[in-house]
């Protein structure tokens, strides 16, 4: 059996700049980009995901995106086939294959570290609890609207499981059922090298609200609109996404100005961002860098071979 191959990771919490810091390679066209992102694989969520616009997929090719509608199912262990199928054919094209993304754990399928979970959630889990204990089989019926397959698999009275379960779900975005454990497909073939973009929390901060005000300049409720009036609601993909949950909030009345939307998105993001930090830190050999200069190294490293 030949040598393995070695792959390069760039993840990073949400507006912590990974598309920027690609465009600003000076050696760009040599990379095509396999994206990690959970979210730019729905039809038409373009706005409220920050997915590259066709001008910044002209610059460098992006795969995985748009591969389903809002109400389809695209899963941690299809990512991490589909992506590990690509390589290949990316490496036969003379091109450098780059993993971006930030959803840890379409990087944790790909790598066979799924087993690394998020914490628990103690005042998440409180509250669940508290639910369950004042109105029983609470949880089963959250589990049962946020992954009916998982609640199919569990017994009714198996509340520790349906408790994690529901848990993982509302602190990740992605449903236990669509977990796999790698190591059995072509990705098994393979090694990768992971770095993450470091970037100041208040920094952070600013970037998360300046772009929530980039998206609603550039029309998220008007996309929203176009994706209900479509058919897609809560229900779908749309509900379980950050900018676009809120917006329907909007939409439906219950958030009351412009002002009450941009914070809403704001402070959902930034929560966001603190779960991806806390989980990037249980990849193992992970490493943080901070400007193109850095990611250019971090590509080219192996990329020669």
Not at 139 to 148: G, N, Q, S, V, Y
Not at 156 to 183: H, K, W
Not at 249 to 278: C, F, K, P
Request: hydrophobic share 40%; charged share 25%; proline share 4%.
């Amino acid at each position: 059996m030949g040598a393995r191959e070695t792959i390069p990771i760039l993840t990073g919490c949400t507006a912590s700049g990974k598309t920027a810091l690609l465009m600003g390679l000076p050696d760009r066209n040599r990379i095509e980009v396999i994206s990690a992102d959970s979210r730019q694989v729905y039809r038409g969520m373009d706005i409220g995901t920050a997915k590259p616009t066709l001008e910044e997929r002209r610059r460098i090719p992006h795969h995985l995106l748009d591969l389903v509608d809002p109400d389809g199912e695209y899963s941690a262990g299809r990512f991490a086939a589909d992506a590990a199928g690509l390589v290949p054919a990316v490496r036969g094209r003379g091109a450098i294959p780059v993993i971006a993304g930030g959803t840890g754990l379409y990087i944790m399928a790909l790598t066979g570290s799924l087993d690394v979970m998020p914490s628990a959630d103690d005042g998440l889990r409180g509250a669940l609890r508290s639910m369950d204990t004042s109105a029983p089989g609470t949880l089963m019926r959250f589990l049962r609207a946020l992954d009916p397959v998982r609640a199919e698999e569990l017994h009714s009275a198996d509340t520790v499981r349906q408790l994690r379960s529901v848990e993982v779900c509302l602190l990740t975005g992605i449903r236990v059922s669509s977990l796999r454990t790698g190591g059995a497909g072509p990705e098994a073939a393979m090694e990768f090298r992971v770095a993450a973009i470091h970037v100041d929390r208040e920094e952070l901060r600013r970037r998360i609200a300046h772009r929530t005000q980039e998206m609603l300049r550039a029309g998220l409720l008007g996309e929203v609109e176009a994706l209900r009036s479509a058919g897609w609601g809560r229900e779908s993909a749309l509900g379980r996404t950050i900018g676009y949950r809120e917006a329907l909030d909007y939409l439906d009345g219950s958030i009351s100005s412009l002002d009450a939307l941009h914070e809403a998105i704001s402070v959902s993001t930034w929560r966001l961002a603190r779960r991806q930090m806390n989980m990037y830190r249980r990849i193992a050999g992970l490493r943080w860098i901070s400007e193109a200069g850095e990611l250019a190294s971090f590509i080219l490293e192996e990329g020669e071979r």
